[in-house]
Protein backbone atom coordinates (compact mmCIF):
# COMPACT_ATOMS: atom_id res chain seq x y z
CA UNK A 1 0.00 0.00 0.00
CA UNK A 2 1.24 3.23 -1.13
CA UNK A 3 1.54 6.10 1.70
CA UNK A 4 -0.45 8.99 -0.12
CA UNK A 5 1.64 11.84 1.70
CA UNK A 6 4.85 10.93 -0.23
CA UNK A 7 3.20 11.49 -3.69
CA UNK A 8 3.22 13.90 -5.45
CA UNK A 9 0.53 15.90 -5.64
CA UNK A 10 -1.17 17.68 -8.36
CA UNK A 11 -2.04 21.22 -7.64
CA UNK A 12 -4.98 23.24 -9.38
CA UNK A 13 -4.86 26.87 -10.67
CA UNK A 14 -7.04 29.32 -11.37
CA UNK A 15 -7.81 30.52 -14.95
CA UNK A 16 -7.09 33.94 -13.63
CA UNK A 17 -3.75 32.59 -12.15
CA UNK A 18 -2.88 31.21 -15.92
CA UNK A 19 -3.93 33.94 -17.33
CA UNK A 20 -1.38 36.41 -14.99
CA UNK A 21 1.58 33.90 -14.88
CA UNK A 22 1.56 34.00 -18.77
CA UNK A 23 1.19 37.30 -19.00
CA UNK A 24 3.91 38.04 -16.72
CA UNK A 25 6.38 35.58 -18.71
CA UNK A 26 5.25 36.89 -21.98
CA UNK A 27 7.25 40.32 -21.37
CA UNK A 28 8.62 40.67 -18.00
CA UNK A 29 10.34 37.14 -17.18
CA UNK A 30 11.65 34.09 -19.14
CA UNK A 31 9.96 31.22 -18.36
CA UNK A 32 12.35 29.56 -16.52
CA UNK A 33 12.37 32.90 -14.53
CA UNK A 34 9.00 32.51 -13.82
CA UNK A 35 9.03 28.56 -13.50
CA UNK A 36 11.76 29.58 -10.42
CA UNK A 37 9.18 32.23 -9.37
CA UNK A 38 6.23 30.22 -9.00
CA UNK A 39 8.00 26.98 -8.44
CA UNK A 40 6.03 25.57 -11.30
CA UNK A 41 7.53 23.57 -14.46
CA UNK A 42 8.63 25.46 -17.40
CA UNK A 43 6.55 22.72 -19.59
CA UNK A 44 3.49 23.43 -17.65
CA UNK A 45 3.70 26.90 -18.72
CA UNK A 46 4.59 26.43 -22.04
CA UNK A 47 1.01 24.36 -21.73
CA UNK A 48 -0.72 27.54 -20.20
CA UNK A 49 1.47 29.81 -23.22
CA UNK A 50 -0.19 26.97 -26.17
CA UNK A 51 -3.54 27.43 -24.71
CA UNK A 52 -3.63 30.90 -23.90
CA UNK A 53 -2.95 31.49 -28.07
CA UNK A 54 -6.12 29.09 -28.96
CA UNK A 55 -8.50 30.97 -26.21
CA UNK A 56 -8.29 27.92 -24.16
CA UNK A 57 -7.18 30.23 -20.45
CA UNK A 58 -10.69 31.04 -19.86
CA UNK A 59 -11.58 33.60 -17.10
CA UNK A 60 -14.89 31.80 -15.96
CA UNK A 61 -14.81 31.08 -12.94
CA UNK A 62 -14.38 27.99 -11.05
CA UNK A 63 -16.91 26.27 -8.41
CA UNK A 64 -14.00 26.77 -5.86
CA UNK A 65 -14.57 30.46 -7.11
CA UNK A 66 -17.82 30.79 -6.86
CA UNK A 67 -18.47 28.98 -3.62
CA UNK A 68 -17.54 32.32 -1.61
CA UNK A 69 -19.89 34.59 -3.94
CA UNK A 70 -22.58 32.41 -3.29
CA UNK A 71 -22.01 32.10 0.44
CA UNK A 72 -21.41 35.67 0.83
CA UNK A 73 -25.14 36.39 -0.73
CA UNK A 74 -26.38 33.59 2.29
CA UNK A 75 -24.64 35.25 4.80
CA UNK A 76 -25.27 38.76 3.86
CA UNK A 77 -29.13 37.45 3.78
CA UNK A 78 -29.31 35.73 7.36
CA UNK A 79 -27.45 38.74 8.00
CA UNK A 80 -30.46 41.02 7.34
CA UNK A 81 -33.09 38.35 8.80
CA UNK A 82 -30.90 38.82 12.50
CA UNK A 83 -31.11 42.56 11.75
CA UNK A 84 -34.64 42.87 11.76
CA UNK A 85 -35.11 39.76 14.35
CA UNK A 86 -33.30 42.04 16.63
CA UNK A 87 -34.35 45.86 15.25
CA UNK A 88 -38.39 44.88 15.68
CA UNK A 89 -38.18 44.69 19.70
CA UNK A 90 -36.05 47.44 20.35
CA UNK A 91 -38.40 49.20 17.77
CA UNK A 92 -41.58 47.46 19.89
CA UNK A 93 -39.82 48.23 23.36
CA UNK A 94 -39.53 52.28 22.47
CA UNK A 95 -43.14 52.48 21.00
CA UNK A 96 -44.47 50.37 24.68
CA UNK A 97 -42.06 52.85 26.94
CA UNK A 98 -43.58 55.95 24.83
CA UNK A 99 -46.87 54.67 25.23
CA UNK A 100 -46.52 53.45 28.52
CA UNK A 101 -44.97 56.64 30.79
CA UNK A 102 -47.83 59.44 28.54
CA UNK A 103 -51.21 56.89 29.39
CA UNK A 104 -50.11 55.48 33.30
CA UNK A 105 -48.51 58.64 34.73
CA UNK A 106 -50.26 61.08 36.79
CA UNK A 107 -52.39 63.45 35.40
CA UNK A 108 -51.01 66.73 35.55
CA UNK A 109 -50.94 70.46 33.58
CA UNK A 110 -47.06 69.20 31.81
CA UNK A 111 -48.26 65.53 31.22
CA UNK A 112 -51.42 67.03 29.88
CA UNK A 113 -49.59 69.03 26.64
CA UNK A 114 -47.57 66.27 26.11
CA UNK A 115 -50.67 63.70 25.35
CA UNK A 116 -50.90 63.58 21.52
CA UNK A 117 -53.90 66.25 19.73
CA UNK A 118 -57.17 64.18 19.89
CA UNK A 119 -56.07 61.39 22.13
CA UNK A 120 -59.08 59.97 25.05
CA UNK A 121 -57.10 58.85 28.13
Avoid: C
Avoid at 2 to 22: A, D, H, L, T, W
Amino acid sequence: MRNRSMGKQRRKFEPGFKQQIVQVESGLLSVSAASRKYQISGSVIDHWRRQARQGGLETVPSVREKFPEQENRELKEKLAELYLEVDHPKKLGDWLRRHKSVSTSAITAQSLTRLPKGSKS
